[in-house]
């Protein structure tokens, strides 16, 4: 099925989507970045796979955070009080794990929830103010990928910056130090991060993984096609598309691509582009990273904190490290 384009007046351009586009379907290989997945439709695909069977990655780190949220809070904050600051805060639902555990302690704790999305952050506000007296949410629409910054902490405050769900692991490795350098010089020494990392495991689970029965996660995937239409006037044919998950050991990373099966000429208007498509040719999405026991530990030492403790599942299939900056 081919989605119909929007006519050119009626698209509203947003340029760094513009930019990324032009340069990514210019490439050989094609690619595009994995933020552009998350529009108001693929953010809620991706609530949907969080939930699915096969995905074991949010209950697995959930389960990590019901067992040592208490734990987690106590060690972070030592003798003082605790501020939590949240990287790409979404929808927050295993922050609360933490966020009642540190109620418990101090009473009241503030809450700061970093996101690009103003529409998530409002609704995560509403729903954690509700749901957990004694948070104080104040909301930074921000994107941390590109610039970091916090006010300083009030006497006897320190920080815990949370960076869980594995998003570290839609980063390349020097991507990833470079970010984690970035939230480190945000920081003071004696504040602390929370870091949620993927671990390798069986080839078949993490391909089930991220290519689920039910088709989720490729609609999520074919959804970026969808975007593109929708905001810069293209005529992509999505359903000419088809979701492809790769696991790539020699890399360790399971890799997201959308596979063209016809030949098409596709025309985005607003950017005065012509894209050429061969049948076979792909485009590739995402990767996820999986890392080998010790290795967040080594990433985090060169980005400056020292690492304090890391909590696993029975499996070892998730690890959550706590770390201080030096």
Known sequence: MTTTSLPLSSVK?????AAA???????????????????????????????????????????????????????AAARDALRIVELGAGSCDKTRLLLRAAVERQDTVVYEPVDV???????AQERIESEIPGVVVCP????????????????????????IGSSIGNFEPHEAGQLLENVREGLIPGDALLLGVDMVKDRETLLRAYDDAAGVTAAFNKNILTRINREL??????????????????RSRIEMHLGNTLPQTVHIPSLDLRVEFEAGETIHT??????????????????????????TDEKGWFSV??????
């Open 13 to 17: 351009i947003d340029s760094q989507i």
């Open 21 to 75: 586009v032009t340069e990514g379907l210019l490439s050989r290989p094609k690619w595009l970045p994995s933020w552009l997945f998350y529009d108001e439709a693929g953010s809620r695909l991706f609530d949907q796979i969080t939930e699915l069977p096969e995905y074991y990655v949010t209950r697995t780190e959930r389960s990590i955070l019901t067992e040592r949220a208490e734990e987690i809070v106590q060690r």
């Open 117 to 123: 999305s103003p529409s998530a952050l409002a609704q």
């Open 140 to 163: 930074r629409v921000e994107d941390y990928t590109r610039e970091f910054s916090l006010e300083p902490p009030s006497p006897g405050e320190r920080r815990l910056v949370l960076y």
């Open 233 to 250: 006037g293209a005529d992509l044919d999505v359903g000419a598309f088809q979701h492809r998950a790769v696991w790539n050991r020699y």
């Open 286 to 311: 995402e990767n996820s990273y999986k890392y080998l026991p010790g290795q967040a530990e080594t990433l985090l030492r060169a980005a400056g904190f020292a690492p304090e403790e890391t909590w």
């Open 321 to 326: 490290c706590l770390a201080r900056a030096d």
